[in-house]
């Protein structure tokens, strides 16, 4: 009996395996007088196992049907391959054809464009690029949970349904059982009041950093942003840590603590994949890893940034004035052009920042931080949080907001207040950023984005 087994062990085996069987797909089919070569993947890993079929063999015989994108399960020895380039191949005893593919399966050639293989998501998990991108976020994913729990943090499950808008940028999508004009009667509405996609989960999360001390989010987050750019989805996937008992100074050290990390896993646990990237996408994307493992971030004021861009001579397509947000071209400069070195900046203009962040003794600033790196700009958003009572109602007046809407929030800081501070990382620009990928589009499974949730 033949023992099952991926394709990733068998290619890592060290010695030749008898009686092995394998199930896959078929990626191209070579054949020579009286015997096909296929390369056969079953997505484990990068590289394809060579199956030999003889076309004598009778356990062989539906070879000529064993086309590109069909599944096949093949019964065989793992033996020593004489062909250069591959130490492995498996002669076939037995293979059988499971789901046929007929000449109009979309992937028969190599190097088709990123924009058409956008269009078959649900194929594309089928070549090479799309396996390594998607087995790299899956070893990612594990990485920052493996981050957190070492450090004592607690996994909280925020809710994705919310009733507040966290950032205040009004880039919400409703929730609603209700037909027709909805604003009219919010009453009648399934939670009994407007309900939306949550932009955030850090407002619950700082309920419950004040109980745990150190917790953190991952999940689905949801923003309608109309910005149709290669670094904005509707539907993207954040990591927010918040800690109790801790300021902006504490918040930046985890921040850039954390993007190393997932840097350094990258490195050592997506080996294969990322000699791929190398490779096909971004020549530069090893050195850009080892750079940020091993050089210190760049810390600087807003103020500071501000300047640098003001006396740099560059012009820029957005102007540079303090009081204005910084743009990803901003961004850029700072990390490609200036110090080439990730940077993060910190103590924003409070005008520009929502009303959870802590108000600087300035007055004039809060002690916010963005972390910024090369190829993408700002990469994480975080802060200290407010933890006065008075200051908090005194923001949400400013802002605009009512404090009834944000009562169990305010609550955090009637009862028990303390310093706390986290951060938002965005899972999609980190997989852009180590895999050098440049649409977020190609990081997402299944991407949605303005006009577009097809699949
Ligand atoms: O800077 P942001 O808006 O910060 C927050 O949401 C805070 N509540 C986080 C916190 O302090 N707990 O977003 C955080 C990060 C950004 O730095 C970016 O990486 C990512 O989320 N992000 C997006 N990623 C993809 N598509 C979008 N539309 C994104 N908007 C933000
Ligand atoms: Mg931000």
């Known amino acids: ?50 199956v030999v079929l003889d076309h004598q063999a009778p356990g062989c015989a539906g070879w000529n049907q064993m086309s590109t994108g069909s599944s096949v399960e093949i019964a065989g020895d793992l033996v020593e391959s004489p062909a250069p380039g591959q130490r492995w191949e498996l002669q076939a005893r037995q293979a059988r054809l499971v789901g046929p593919a007929g000449p109009d399966y979309p992937l028969q050639k190599k190097g088709h464009s990123l924009e058409f293989l956008r269009e078959i998501a649900h194929l594309r998990p089928r070549t090479n690029l799309f396996g390594a991108v998607f087995r790299t976020r899956s070893r990612l994913a594990h990485a920052v949970h493996r981050f957190f729990q070492e450090r004592d943090f607690i996994y ?30 919010p009453g009648e509405d399934f939670f009994g009041k407007p309900a939306y996609l949550t932009v955030s989960g850090q407002l619950e999360a700082e309920a419950f950093a004040c109980a745990l001390t150190r917790v953190y989010t991952f999940g689905p987050t949801f923003r309608a942003e109309n910005s149709n750019t290669s670094r904005h989805a509707a539907e993207f ?41 190398e490779r096909f996408i971004d020549r530069d994307v090893k050195a850009r890893l080892d750079f940020v493992i091993e050089r210190p971030f760049q810390r600087l004021p807003y103020a500071e940034a501000i300047e640098i861009l003001q006396r740099s ?19 850029r400069h700072l990390t490609e052009q200036h110090f080439k070195a990730p940077v993060t900046v910190f103590n924003y203009p409070r005008e520009i920042k929502p009303f959870y962040m802590r108000l600087n003794d300035d007055g004039r600033t809060v002690a916010a931080m963005d972390v910024l790196v090369p190829g993408i700009g700002e990469i994480i958003g975080g802060s200290q949080r407010e933890e006065r ?58 991407a949605r984005t303005p006009g577009n949730a097809e699949f």
């Open 1 to 50: 009996m033949a023992t099952y087994t991926l394709i990733r062990h068998l290619l890592a085996s060290d010695q030749p395996r008898p009686e092995v069987l394998v199930r896959g797909w078929v990626r191209t089919r070579r054949d020579l007088k009286g015997c096909s070569f296929l390369a056969v993947n079953d997505g484990s890993c990068l590289s394809h196992l060579q």
């Open 156 to 185: 909280v499950h925020t809710p994705i349904i919310t009733t507040s808008d966290c950032e205040g940028a009004g880039e919400l999508f409703r929730v609603t059982t209700l037909r027709g004009d909805i604003d009219a009667r």
């Open 237 to 277: 996937w954040m990591i927010e840590p918040e800690m109790a008992f801790c300021d902006l100074e504490g918040d930046m050290a985890l921040a850039e603590a954390f993007v190393k990390a997932l840097a350094r896993a990258m490195r050592e646990e997506c080996a294969e994949d990322l000699d791929f990237f």
């Open 313 to 331: 001579g560059r012009r820029f397509e957005h102007p540079v004035e303090y009081g204005r947000n910084l743009q990803s071209e901003h961004e």
């Open 389 to 446: 009572l008075d200051q908090l109602q005194a923001n949400l007046r400013a802002q605009g907001l009512k404090e009834e809407d944000y009562w169990w929030y305010v609550d955090l800081r009637r009862f028990g207040s303390v310093p706390h501070a986290g951060f938002g990382l965005g899972f999609e620009r980190l997989l852009m950023f180590l895999t050098g990928v440049g649409n977020i589009r190609d990081v997402i499974p299944f």
